[in-house]
């Protein structure tokens, strides 16, 4: 016998937080199109509050990068969550995760980074969280925050 993803997640005890609204553009934070759910990228807030501001390698660590994708991707479960009918029930497979990480140009453990969102993504749904991924390090993100991750998922039509 399957159980919820939201026995699941209180299994695990993960609190879904509630799905941030955008914060500086005039954006879908969710779109489905047909048996796809597409999820903006998602910046690391708790509470409401952006965190893990500043640069890996520079004024955070590698374990305080991996937080903070992590954290962006629960806003990522929270934006599926609220944009489907029977919210994260309705996920099939996570098909695709896309991490950006604020680095130095010294640093070089980007994927390690994204393996924070990614380690979620697997804890939740378990092989069905099983997906491609790209992990990219930049110079600058919205708002001074670390990372940003964005999702792909296959749903229920």
């Not at 952006?50 to 992590?70: C, M, N, P």
């Not at 939740?124 to 930049?138: D, I, L, M, P, S």
């Given at each position: ?37 597409f999820v903006s990228g998602q910046l ?8 893990h501001v500043g640069r890996v390698g ?98 229920v039509v």
């Amino acid at each position: 016998m399957s159980t919820s993803i939201d026995a699941r997640l209180a299994a695990l005890g993960i609190v879904l937080p509630p799905a941030p609204a955008a914060r500086a553009a005039r954006i879908r934070m969710a779109r489905k199109l047909g048996n796809l759910l597409f999820v903006s990228g998602q910046l690391p807030t708790v509470n409401g509050e952006l965190r893990h501001v500043g640069r890996v390698g520079d004024t955070l660590d590698l374990a305080q990068a991996q937080e903070a994708a992590r954290a962006s991707a629960l806003n990522v479960l929270a934006q599926a969550h609220a944009a489907l009918p029977n919210g994260l029930d309705d996920i099939v497979s996570v098909v695709n995760l896309r991490g950006f990480v604020a680095a130095t140009p010294d640093f070089v453990r980007i994927a390690e980074v994204v393996n924070g969102a990614s380690d979620l993504m697997v804890e939740v749904f378990g092989e069905a969280g099983a997906h491609t991924r790209t992990a990219v390090g930049v110079n600058s993100m919205p708002h001074g925050v670390v990372v940003e991750i964005e999702a792909m998922f296959e749903v229920v039509v």
